[in-house]
């Protein structure tokens, strides 16, 4: 390995922990605020809530740098590893342990991830398209995300199943802005006019605005178990399916090559569903024999 690759690796896994210290600070913060209450005030006045944002900011500076530095066929599934860094670290401060079942299945789900990511890594495409060939795939990405959010909101489900409901709709949105990304990049080099005249910019602004506000309503609801895992699949799905069916993209696999990126994204779907319903355990309030009230007479009338 040379050295440019193992500060490559250093920075991708240096990126994954921050991205892991992110996730855990902002879902323990937001899930203090009753749902009842203003998320947004809570969380801008909570110093703890900042310091996630920090560290997301980091890791993304990190990543970049990676990315920089090295291949993303090494990048790409060390940054999958934070779910792996992310989940034992909501145990420890959580106050409980994950099963063996919940690491296999955040294994399971890390391993398929990086095969969709590297096997089924699509060819580019055109950077952009008109807005008439935009509007009926995005619509049907929002128009998803839409229903996901409406379920995620339904107290009547369980916690975990609304944390992944919304944690999925804010992936998709990420997927959005990653679809878009490469368009509004190349516009700084026709200057600030055209960036701020172009629809393309402020469907990415609003797109990652809502994804990161739904983000945070999906550590509010529910375990992190359940909605970072369906976040981290959310976001690559709805790039993959905008670039392949707007931008021309297509998948550089055939026959062994596609079945097994079917078979990936299979186990990424059925290994999000088993971890939204995976619970931390709670702690139940136990009546000591000082508070219990005296037993009952049988005598008395």
């Known amino acids: 390995m040379t050295g440019l690759e193992a500060a490559s690796v250093a920075c991708a896994l240096a990126a994954a922990v921050l991205?892991?210290?992110?996730?855990?600070?902002?879902?323990?913060?937001?899930?203090?605020?009753?749902?009842?209450?203003?998320?947004?005030?809570?969380?801008?006045?909570?110093?703890?809530?900042?310091?996630?944002?920090?560290?997301?900011?980091?890791?993304?500076?990190?990543?970049?740098?990676?990315?920089a530095l090295g291949s993303v066929l090494i990048v790409q599934p060390l940054l999958v590893s934070s779910l792996l860094f992310a989940l034992p670290l909501a145990a420890y401060f959580g106050g409980y342990r994950l099963t063996r079942g919940t690491w296999m299945l955040a294994a399971a789900l890390c391993v398929s991830l990086a095969i969709f990511l590297l096997v089924g890594n699509p060819a580019a495409g055109t950077v952009d398209a008109a807005a008439t060939r935009w509007a009926v795939p995005l619509g049907a990405v929002l128009a998803v995300t839409a229903v996901a959010v409406a379920l995620g909101s339904t107290p009547r489900l369980t916690a975990g199943v609304r944390a992944a409901l919304l944690g999925a709709a804010g992936g998709l949105l990420y997927g959005v802005v990653a679809a878009f990304t490469k368009h509004v990049t190349d516009l700084f080099e026709d200057g600030f006019g055209a960036v701020l005249t172009s629809w393309q910019v402020w469907v990415l602004a609003a797109a990652?605005?809502?994804?990161?506000?739904?983000?945070?309503?999906?550590?509010?609801?529910?375990?992190?178990?359940?909605?970072?895992?369906?976040?981290?699949?959310?976001?690559?799905?709805?790039?993959?399916?905008?670039?392949?069916?707007?931008?021309?993209?297509?998948?550089?696999?055939?026959?062994?090559?596609?079945?097994?990126?079917?078979?990936?994204?299979?186990?990424?779907?059925?290994?999000?569903?088993?971890?939204?319903?995976?619970?931390?355990p709670t702690t139940q309030t136990v009546t000591t024999p000082a508070t219990a009230p005296p037993p009952e007479n049988p005598h008395r009338r």
């Open 19 to 67: 991205f892991a210290i992110a996730g855990v600070t902002q879902q323990q913060t937001a899930a203090a605020v009753p749902e009842g209450g203003n998320l947004v005030t809570r969380l801008l006045r909570n110093p703890r809530w900042w310091g996630g944002t920090v560290s997301d900011t980091a890791g993304y500076g990190l990543q970049i740098a990676a990315l």
């Open 208 to 280: 990652g605005i809502g994804g990161y506000y739904i983000q945070q309503r999906a550590f509010q609801v529910g375990p992190l178990s359940a909605s970072l895992p369906a976040l981290t699949i959310g976001e690559p799905l709805g790039a993959v399916f905008l670039g392949m069916v707007v931008l021309g993209e297509r998948l550089q696999v055939g026959g062994a090559g596609l079945i097994l990126v079917g078979a990936a994204v299979l186990v990424m779907l059925t290994t999000t569903v088993a971890l939204s319903r995976v619970e931390a």
